[in-house]
């Protein structure tokens, strides 16, 4: 293993140091939100004397924000994508906006986004500051989507997002409805984990429910009006 001259002025395991800021970071971010932190809180909380410890390792915030998401985002991958594959491979796969089996695929594909996520409950802080993390990015005035990779190609978001779309109303596809779920759904599970509870189950049964509600809910004829207005001043 490479060691080099670590944060404190001695030699030290480099991949420690990178792990002690990630975790520090982690709680940190778990308590009071990835935007209220700063890099030097960070390298003091890792028991780093060199206030740039975490500059160094990852150069700027965007740098730190993505390590620890990437720290945890193979986990909710992997579980995304076998339950994606459960759901292509199952019986209402087929299934269309308004036709048979319609809302037991769209409370499949709910439980799709929520249970991969929900994991992170039980990881104490380590999870709790993924979470908040992931809740304070889609939530800024403009969502920064790029370091979560919701677009990426073969990404499990992107899968959840195309087998989600025969389900959906052209015009809740168009209004986003799917990226309104994800950040309910991110929302909730950050709050959940500061909550401090042990038992999630009925949390998580009842988060899949209500995304799903919130997926399956019609257009209202309200909706579709507002929506010809606008779109006809658009020009």
Do not use: C
């Amino acid at each position: 293993m490479t060691r080099v001259v670590g944060s404190d002025g001695g030699v030290a395991d480099g991949r420690d140091t990178r792990s002690r800021l990630l975790t520090a970071a982690e709680e940190l971010f778990a308590d009071r939100g990835s935007d209220a932190v700063s890099l030097r809180e960070i390298g003091r909380a890792a028991g780093a004397r060199n206030v740039i410890a975490a500059q160094y390792w990852f150069t700027d915030r965007d740098g730190l924000v993505q390590a620890l998401l990437d720290r945890h985002a193979p986990e909710v991958e992997q579980h995304r994508h076998r339950m994606l594959d459960a759901f292509r491979d199952g019986p209402h796969a087929d299934a269309v906006v308004g036709g048979p089996g319609a809302d037991d695929a769209v409370h499949e594909l709910a439980a799709a986004l929520v249970e991969p996520l929900a994991v992170k409950l039980d990881q104490g802080a380590a999870g709790a500051g993924y979470l908040r993390t992931v809740a304070d990015l889609l939530t800024r005035p403009v969502p920064s989507m790029a370091p979560l990779a919701l677009d990426q190609p073969g990404g499990s978001i992107g899968r959840w997002r195309e087998l989600l779309e025969p389900l959906l109303e052209p015009e809740a596809v168009e209004l986003h409805r799917r990226f309104l779920t994800v950040r309910f759904v991110a929302v909730e599970m950050a709050q959940r984990a500061r909550a401090g509870r042990d038992d999630h189950r009925l949390f998580v049964s009842q988060l899949v429910d209500a995304a799903a509600g919130l997926l399956g809910s019609r257009v209202s004829a309200r909706t579709r009006e507002l929506r010809a207005e606008r779109r006809g001043g658009a020009s």
